[in-house]
């Protein structure tokens, strides 16, 4: 794609929401106005979305802020609010997704593209993919949220490692550590991430919602609360649209069409 192109920020197409966080200006760094757009889209979610795929149009997935752009600021402090507060809308937004998220993570996901990484539901990467935390070495903290995923994915003692060290995490180490979830060829990751992504479109859509619920939760709940919740889950599950499909499709010997239901 041609860096004089314009990129669109959010698509929706085969049921699939596509947002492009970074371009091949600026070095693949963040887009913000990709990212407002984005928010947006998230937001007013569309009925037919099914699920979510991030990606950069560039060689990198995010090589993270624009560092020139912070250091041009006037008051770097103001600055760097005001793009933090736009990101974490974003994050929310990304989070409170009632479907699947999938991230293609080719080349470099730094900084704020990591964190976005670790927010994603499934991410797939490649052989060159690289992440790193990056802030250290411009004296910055994390955002995005990366100081509270990246220690639910990896443990509390090993995010300390990487954030404070400033790690660089090749492929095999981010699976290893649930950081991505798997890898394909570099020059199948954004189709493979899309075959991911369209999977969800035609699944069952209320049981994604409801299993994300139940993930989003169990940090936070003890034993017996999220045993509560799954019983109170799987028994409203049993009654609703899409539950009826699956379970009589399964004693018919058929296979379940989700199409339309909750």
């Not at 402090?77 to 991230?103: E, I, N, W």
């Not at 035609?202 to 993930?215: E, F, H, I, N």
Request: glycine letters at 10%; a negative charge; hydrophobic letters at 45%.
């Amino acid at each position: 794609m041609s860096t004089t192109e314009p990129v669109p920020a959010a698509q929706i197409i085969d049921g699939v929401l596509q947002l492009t966080i970074a371009t091949a200006a600026a070095g693949t760094s963040m887009d913000f106005d990709l990212i407002d757009a984005g928010t947006a889209a998230l937001r007013t979610l569309d009925p037919s979305v099914g699920a979510i795929l991030l990606t950069g149009a560039g060689a990198n997935f995010c090589a993270g802020g624009n560092v020139r752009n912070f250091a041009a600021a006037d008051d770097r402090g103001a600055y760097l609010f005001d793009k933090a507060a736009g990101l974490h809308d974003y994050v929310r937004a990304l989070v409170q997704a009632p479907v699947p998220v999938v991230a293609a993570v080719q080349g470099w996901a730094a900084g704020a593209g990591m964190s976005l990484v670790c927010a994603a539901d499934i991410a797939i990467g490649g052989p060159s993919t690289k992440l790193r935390p990056a802030y250290p070495g411009i004296g910055l903290t994390p955002d995005g949220g990366m100081s509270w995923t990246l220690p639910r994915i990896v443990g509390l003692s090993r995010a300390r490692e990487i954030l404070l060290t400033d790690a660089v995490l090749d492929a095999t180490e981010a699976v290893q550590l649930g950081i991505l979830s798997r890898t394909v060829e570099d020059d199948d990751i954004r189709a493979e991430a899309l075959r991911v992504a369209q999977s969800f479109v035609t699944g069952p859509r209320a049981t994604y919602t409801a299993m994300k619920k139940l993930l989003a939760q169990s940090p936070t709940a003890t034993l017996d609360q999220q045993l509560d919740a799954e019983r109170d889950g799987i028994a409203a599950a049993a009654n609703n649209s899409t539950g009826r499909e699956g379970v009589d499709a399964f004693v018919a010997k058929r296979k379940p069409d989700y199409r339309g239901l909750s």
